[in-house]
């Protein structure tokens, strides 16, 4: 009788979002690809997977060929945090081999220099013993091989190497090789990109995806992200049929009773509501007195306000008599002013669904679809 398939150990990133889209984790003791342009958040994400593991106790290990220990302590710093339980070994060039005397560049193409910086990776791995490690980053590695054979066997020695001694690795790949790198997408266990897109107008947009992620399913497509003093967050893709529960069926009161009685009641709980009408035929105003009433009755009620500050907005609901600024400050109604051009859909996707489960919001408003759309 062929024995049940065990679940695999998860390695947690502690980064918000991120486990949520790999459905738990990393699977622990495997190789992982992280690549992205220069800026599109690699090391920070680097950065708080080790931080994570120096949190549980484990042993972490940062092997760096690109930036110095200072540079990455004050990556770390303007976050706001240190690197205590993290081990860095540098393998940048030393001081005496840029001078003039020295015959090779900083990494000098050589199998001499290609197996000077293998051992003392393996030496520093043995030493240190990690249970996670990141390795930053593989266009040094790619320079220092020359041909991508002998860097598709460097990156499998690593790889057999690394698993072995029971270590959940991340290579940083910052794409700056020739075309792209598909034979170390096929060596790692999974890959992630990282993207940073510049609008026409507006603040850049990040985003990441799960290109690979052997022996588990993840949650597939774009999901956007940020990244904060706090560190990187990520917004998974909302899929709503995840998230249905059961609720019993009921109509929303606007408390103008001809309006109630116009529509039997009031808008079906549980349906979306779409108010459409020229400028300044009182959409917003009807869907405030929704929310109002709502929050009056003691339900939580939420404005997204895309089109108008929150100043306008109180001053014109107090001047047709919706105590929207009473409401406010008593804690039952949350207004919450919108930028389209500095948010990403994905983030306000989050901040939806967290009015809903944290906030037990009942009445959502969004004024207006146009702006959600631009």
Not at 42 to 65: D, N
Not at 275 to 303: C, D, F, H, N, W
Request: aromatic fraction near 6%.
């Amino acid at each position: 009788m062929a024995k049940a398939a065990s679940i695999p150990e998860r390695c947690q990133t502690g980064i918000q979002g991120l486990d949520d889209v790999l459905g738990g984790g990393l699977i622990k003791d495997r190789l992982y690809l992280i690549d992205g342009d220069p800026g599109s958040g690699k090391t920070t994400l680097a950065t708080q997977f080790l931080r994570e593991g120096a949190r549980r106790g484990e042993r972490c290990l940062y092997i760096t060929l690109s930036e110095t220990e200072e540079e990455l302590m004050a990556g770390a710093a303007s976050h706001g945090w240190t690197l205590d339980g993290v081990d860095i070994v540098e393998l940048v060039a030393e001081a005496h081999d840029l001078g003039a005397e020295s015959q090779v560049t900083m990494y000098h193409p050589s199998e001499v220099e290609l197996h000077e910086t293998t051992r003392r990776v393996l030496e520093a791995v043995e030493r240190i013993n990690p249970g996670r490690v990141v390795f930053d980053s593989l266009s040094e590695l790619r320079l220092l091989a020359q041909s991508s054979l002998r860097y598709r066997r460097q990156i499998l020695a690593l790889k057999q190497f690394f698993i072995g001694r029971h270590c959940t690795v991340l290579l940083l790949d910052d794409k700056t090789g020739q075309g792209s790198d598909l034979q170390l997408h096929s060596i790692a266990h999974g890959v992630i990109t990282l993207e940073q897109l510049a609008p026409v107008y507006g603040g850049a947009r990040r985003r990441l995806r799960v290109m690979k992620f052997r022996g588990t399913d993840y949650r597939g497509g774009y999901h956007d992200f940020t990244i904060r003093p706090e560190g990187l967050i990520v917004f998974p893709r909302l899929v709503a049929a995840e998230h249905h529960e059961p609720f019993v069926p009921s109509v929303l009161a606007s408390g103008v009773a001809a309006l109630d009685d116009l529509l039997g009641g009031g808008p079906a709980r549980g349906t979306s509501t779409l108010l459409m009408g020229p400028a300044g035929s009182g959409k917003s105003t009807l869907a405030i007195q929704y929310a109002a009433a709502a929050a009056a009755r003691g339900e939580r009620a939420v404005v997204f306000a895309f089109d108008e500050s929150l100043a306008t907005l109180e001053a014109r609901s107090s001047a047709i008599g919706i105590p929207v600024a009473t409401l406010r400050r008593d804690g039952k109604l949350t207004v919450q002013q919108v930028d389209p051009a500095e948010m990403s859909p994905g983030e306000f996707a989050f901040l939806v669904r967290r009015a809903v489960e944290v906030e037990h919001a009942r009445v959502m408003v969004i004024d207006s679809l146009n702006g959600y759309i631009n």
